[in-house]
């Protein structure tokens, strides 16, 4: 029974996270540490957990304590990665980011941040291509469509953007952030147009 009880805690914190209880599953975590400082998924658990209480010093330590356990955890070096993303440190992210697409190939969620953080770090034309291939891989991610759709309406790819938008909605219609983004694009769409159009005549 002992060696089944951190699977037991573990599956709880699990269910807690995403239930939104963090901080009672980072406790979970932490009572998991007590018998086994070496714990790998109980760190990179903690980590997650942090991240989504934007914590994010909290977090890079639980991470980091996650991959002096275990240098080859996709999962520790994948939410590094998003961390050093979510705070603009995108070289950094790109780094962990290729490790953990190094040790586990073809992972959307790999991909997709990774995409991101090469388009954001200047990378535009890999970053979209690897966007692609997270969504090949998942077509109907509502996060790796919403990415790629604000970095094609980012490089002026209105139609591309715009039918990514309203691929969410056709998914999930009251998805409030993809309305807005839909907007956006027509917006945009529509004010690059007038430019362009003003350009013509002035040189006309």
Request: with cysteine; charged share 30%; net charge neutral.
């Amino acid at each position: 029974m002992q060696d089944q009880e951190p699977n037991i805690l573990f599956t709880e914190a699990e269910r807690l996270k995403m239930e939104g209880s963090h901080f009672e599953a980072i406790k979970i975590c932490e009572k998991m540490l007590l018998e086994d400082l070496e714990c790998t998924e109980a760190y990179e658990e903690i980590g997650d957990n942090y991240l989504s209480l934007r914590e994010y010093d909290k977090a890079k330590k639980a991470l980091q304590k996650a991959l002096k356990t275990d240098p080859k955890s996709p999962n520790a070096n994948y939410l590094l990665g998003f961390l050093f993303s979510a705070i603009g440190d995108f070289k950094l992210s790109i780094k962990y980011l290729e490790t953990a697409d190094g040790l586990e190939p073809n992972h959307p969620e790999i991909l997709r941040c990774l995409g991101w953080s090469l388009y954001h770090e200047g990378q535009r034309q890999r970053g979209l291509v690897l966007l692609e291939r997270s969504l090949n891989l998942a077509p109907n991610d509502a996060l790796i469509l919403s990415d790629l759709g604000v970095c094609y309406l980012n490089s002026k790819n209105f139609d591309k953007s715009a039918r990514l938008f309203k691929k969410i909605l056709d998914i999930e219609p009251n998805n409030e952030k993809a309305k807005e983004c839909l907007n956006a694009v027509k917006f945009f769409q529509h004010e690059y147009k007038k430019l362009r159009d003003t350009k013509l005549k002035k040189s006309s």
